[in-house]
């Protein structure tokens, strides 16, 4: 075996900067810094489809835009790690304040609209249909609930579409009891069908145009623009904006933040009101 197979493949600077501007244009994804990056995480995998050099690889991409190799990078140079109530505060704060006074706005209607962009492996929608569950109660049926949940990633949704997942850490005991189905062969959890039902899991590219049939009341958008540069996430927020209802609330990440954005206002940590 050559001695050159352990090593990263080199990547010239136009090869570099042909994807670099490729994913910032199509997926919004900023890679400028991500050189070495880029080197060690997808050099073993090109090989194993058969690249020889970053240059054939570049060609094919650019030229093919293939769904395969554009999710090999979104999956090696993104983190989808997620796990239920990340982030509990954000839970209570829909609960306790949002929720209320959403449930007053909307009580002609019954209609809630909640949109969890950039979903990953689904834990984020399912932790926001189990706040509804609890919330609602008995009432539950007599409201549309329902929570669009999107990624770019067909093997995120996938996982997510299953509903299967390892014991949630830190779940209080009656959530487990009340949501989930335990295999007692595999040690796995199901979602139930009351909360996996409840979820609309849809393909989606942050960096197109937001054409859904309704306005939203709510947006969690978590741990996504972080691969953002500044202009590419000032024109995301800008769509959102324009993609929800008045006096709606857009949550972010504790790690993340919109800057000095005109068209929303804190409430709370990581959580912005619509102005």
Not at 3 to 15: C, G, M, R, V
Not at 159 to 164: F, M, T, V
Not at 206 to 234: E, G, H
Request: aromatic share 12%.
């Amino acid at each position: 075996m050559q001695d050159t197979f352990f090593h990263d493949l080199e990547i010239s600077d136009a090869d570099f900067n042909r994807m670099v501007n490729f994913m910032q244009k199509e997926y919004g994804m900023d890679l400028s810094k991500k050189r070495q990056l880029i080197s060690s995480r997808l050099s073993h995998s090109l090989r194993e489809r058969g690249y020889r050099d970053f240059h054939s690889f570049a060609d094919h991409l650019l030229s093919k835009k293939d769904d395969s190799e554009v999710e090999l990078i979104i999956n090696k140079l993104t983190t989808n790690y997620t796990f239920f109530l990340r982030e509990k505060d954000h839970f209570t704060y829909l609960q306790n304040t949002i929720l209320p006074e959403l449930v007053r706005r909307h009580k002609n209607d019954r209609v809630l609209s909640i949109w969890s962009a950039g979903c990953s492996s689904g834990e984020e929608p399912y932790t926001i249909s189990m706040c509804l569950k609890e919330f609602f109660g008995k009432e539950a049926s007599a409201w549309d609930t329902r929570v669009l949940a999107t990624d770019i990633s067909p093997q995120a949704l996938a996982k997510a579409r299953a509903g299967i997942y390892k014991k949630p850490a830190d779940m209080p005991a009656e959530w487990l009891n009340r949501y989930f189905t335990e295999d007692k062969a595999t040690g796995q959890y199901a979602v139930v069908p009351a909360i996996k039902n409840n979820v609309i899991f849809r393909s989606f590219n942050l960096m197109d145009p937001i054409q859904f049939r309704l306005k939203f009341d709510i947006i969690f958008c978590r741990n996504v623009m972080i691969y953002f540069n500044a202009k590419t996430r000032d024109a995301l927020v800008s769509r959102f904006h324009g993609a929800m209802l008045p006096a709606s609330y857009l949550f972010i990440s504790h790690s993340e933040s919109l800057g000095q954005n005109p068209l929303f206002r804190m409430t709370a940590p990581a959580v912005y009101l619509k102005r």
